[in-house]
Nanobody
Framework: QVQLVESGGGLVQAGGSLRLSCAASGSTFAINTMGWYRQAPGKQRELVTS???????AYADSVKGRFTISRDNAKNTVYLQMNSLKSEDTAVYYCNADRVGYTYWGKGTLVTVSS
């Protein structure tokens, strides 16, 4: 089992920045890809960005150039630096981790961007 705990959400004005963290615990060995998803009110959950264990990254077009994912394997933690935030970035952000064919999810952290 893997437990994921997100932190760093909050209220920020448009154009501002936030940094989310996701700490993994439990059976963290063999975790491969970790990522961030988000779900806005009334919308489906969508992939924001992901990073493999060796650092290969992918981003949704809507966040390219504004968001940066990074990972500290020694701390079993993944980060999401969000800059130039827009009102449409308002959502609950979920961390996930893939390990040996299973996908684990955190409970989410709310990001609210005021315009």
């Amino acid at each position: 089992q893997v437990q994921l705990v997100e932190s760093g959400g909050g209220l920020v004005q448009a154009g501002g920045s936030l940094r989310l963290s996701c700490a993994a615990s439990g059976s963290t060995f063999a975790i491969n890809t970790m990522g961030w998803y988000r779900q806005a009110p009334g919308k489906q959950r969508e992939l924001v960005t992901s990073i493999t264990r060796v650092g290969l990254t992918a981003y949704a077009d809507s966040v390219k150039g504004r968001f940066t994912i990074s990972r500290d394997n020694a701390k079993n933690t993944v980060y999401l630096q969000m800059n130039s935030l827009k009102s449409e970035d308002t959502a609950v952000y979920y961390c996930n981790a893939d390990r040996v064919g299973y996908t684990y999810w955190g409970k989410g952290t709310l990001v609210t961007v005021s315009s």
